[in-house]
Each structure stands twice: as structure tokens, then as C-alpha cells.
């Protein structure tokens, strides 16, 4: 993925975190307050780790987070746990199963750009739908799933069905990711 080395590229890198990324949670955690001390978190597409890491600071010692990822986390902290494996593949882990059920899902799963705009939305909404239908089994009722889509034609239909699992969808676009990024983030509560 290209680098962007602007005001967040080099604000991550002197708070000791490894990619900008981790503003967008962050944003969202200052608008929403779904994370807290205690929680468990799980963490989809979590390389190379500063969602991860940020998240972790805020659950403190009391809870954990289970990154997943097909790569490797860049990061070293106590209280989380690494599954490398393919989300495809979650659904069906004993391993998560075992350590569910979650507080907060988190997403910020991208795929392998291919720079056919229509093609990446489509990869974007399948991983999302995916993550969604993790979200919905694994989460506790009052529990949030904070999730990224690249918008497109088939984002209204992804939002409706998120509607029909959660009470509260909204739309986010943190300031933190590009204006001309065709990312968007879902922030749902509470499965009905
Ligand atoms: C934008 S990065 C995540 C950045 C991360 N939130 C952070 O702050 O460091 C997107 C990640 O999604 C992961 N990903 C894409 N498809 C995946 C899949 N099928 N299973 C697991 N992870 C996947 C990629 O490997 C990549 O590390």
C-alpha cells in the first residue's frame, strides 16, 4: 500500500505508532466512546498494528484484543493475541469461538488494490460483509463494530443490511483519512 507522508504519517511515528491509520479509530473513539477499560476487543485486519496497540491502551491490562491478519503485527503488547489467519477461514475458529464473546469488532480491513475503482469496492464490500457476519455472531448485544468499506454502488445495500442487525448505523469519515480516499466507516451499537 502507498505511503502518505503527511501531518498523521509523521504524528503516528513520533507517538509510537506504525501506520497513520490509527487517527481514524481514534476520531471515531473521540465521537463515539465505544471503547473502555476492561473490553475485549477483536480486531480484523489488524497489521501492522496500531489500531491494535491503540486499542489495547485503552482496555488496559483488565481486557485484550484478538488481531487477526493474513501479515504479521508490528507491535509487541501484553494483552493481545495474534491469529494469523484468513477472515475467510474466522468464522469457523475454534480459537475465537473460545475467546468470544466481544465487546467491540473492529475493521479495517482493505484488500489487494487492483486500481479498477469498481473491482476494489466490490473486494472492500465482501471483506466488510464478512466482518459483519462475524459482528453479528460474536459480539455481545450492547456491543459495537466499527468497520471500513470503500464506498460504491453497493454501499446503501451494506449499510441496510447492517441496519437490519444493529439499532444505531452511522456513517463516519474521519478528517484523518483523505478527502479523495473512497474510504467510509460504519459505526453500529447494540444488535437488535
Ligand atoms: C489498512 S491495513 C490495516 C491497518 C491497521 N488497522 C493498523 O492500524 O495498523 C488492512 C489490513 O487488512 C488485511 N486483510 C486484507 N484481507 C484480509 C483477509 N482476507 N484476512 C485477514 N486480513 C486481511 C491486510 O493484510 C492489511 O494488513
Redesign the pocket.
Same mark, same amino acid.
Given at each position: 500500500?502507498k505511503e502518505i507522508k503527511d501531518h498523521y504519517f509523521f504524528k503516528a511515528k513520533k507517538e509510537g505508532?506504525?501506520?497513520r =491509520?490509527?487517527y481514524k &479509530?481514534i476520531e471515531a473513539q473521540e465521537r463515539f466512546k465505544f471503547l473502555g477499560k476492561g473490553q475485549k476487543v477483536l480486531? &480484523? $485486519?489488524?497489521?501492522? $498494528? =496500531?489500531?491494535?496497540k491503540y486499542a489495547a491502551k485503552v482496555v488496559g491490562s483488565d481486557g485484550f484484543i484478538v488481531a487477526?491478519? &493474513?501479515?504479521r503485527l508490528k507491535i509487541n503488547q501484553d494483552n493481545v493475541v495474534f491469529l494469523k489467519?484468513?477472515?475467510?477461514q474466522l468464522i469457523s475458529s475454534k480459537e475465537l469461538e473460545e475467546q468470544a464473546p466481544f465487546d467491540v469488532v473492529l475493521s479495517?480491513?482493505?484488500? /489487494?488494490t487492483t486500481g479498477r475503482k469498481d473491482r476494489d469496492h466490490y473486494l472492500s464490500v465482501d471483506?466488510a460483509r464478512t466482518a459483519l457476519q462475524i459482528a453479528s455472531r460474536f459480539l455481545v448485544k450492547n456491543g459495537a463494530f466499527y468497520c /471500513?468499506v470503500f464506498d460504491g454502488e453497493d454501499f446503501p445495500e451494506f449499510k441496510t443490511e447492517a441496519q437490519r442487525i444493529f439499532r444505531t448505523v452511522k456513517i463516519f469519515k474521519p478528517k484523518s483519512s483523505r478527502k479523495e480516499s473512497v474510504e467510509k466507516f460504519l459505526f453500529c451499537k447494540t444488535k437488535k
Amino acid at each position: 500500500m502507498k505511503e502518505i507522508k503527511d501531518h498523521y504519517f509523521f504524528k503516528a511515528k513520533k507517538e509510537g505508532y506504525p501506520a497513520r =491509520s490509527v487517527y481514524k &479509530l481514534i476520531e471515531a473513539q473521540e465521537r463515539f466512546k465505544f471503547l473502555g477499560k476492561g473490553q475485549k476487543v477483536l480486531d &480484523l $485486519g489488524a497489521a501492522p $498494528g =496500531s489500531w491494535t496497540k491503540y486499542a489495547a491502551k485503552v482496555v488496559g491490562s483488565d481486557g485484550f484484543i484478538v488481531a487477526v491478519d &493474513l501479515h504479521r503485527l508490528k507491535i509487541n503488547q501484553d494483552n493481545v493475541v495474534f491469529l494469523k489467519e484468513d477472515i475467510y477461514q474466522l468464522i469457523s475458529s475454534k480459537e475465537l469461538e473460545e475467546q468470544a464473546p466481544f465487546d467491540v469488532v473492529l475493521s479495517d480491513m482493505a484488500p /489487494k488494490t487492483t486500481g479498477r475503482k469498481d473491482r476494489d469496492h466490490y473486494l472492500s464490500v465482501d471483506l466488510a460483509r464478512t466482518a459483519l457476519q462475524i459482528a453479528s455472531r460474536f459480539l455481545v448485544k450492547n456491543g459495537a463494530f466499527y468497520c /471500513k468499506v470503500f464506498d460504491g454502488e453497493d454501499f446503501p445495500e451494506f449499510k441496510t443490511e447492517a441496519q437490519r442487525i444493529f439499532r444505531t448505523v452511522k456513517i463516519f469519515k474521519p478528517k484523518s483519512s483523505r478527502k479523495e480516499s473512497v474510504e467510509k466507516f460504519l459505526f453500529c451499537k447494540t444488535k437488535k
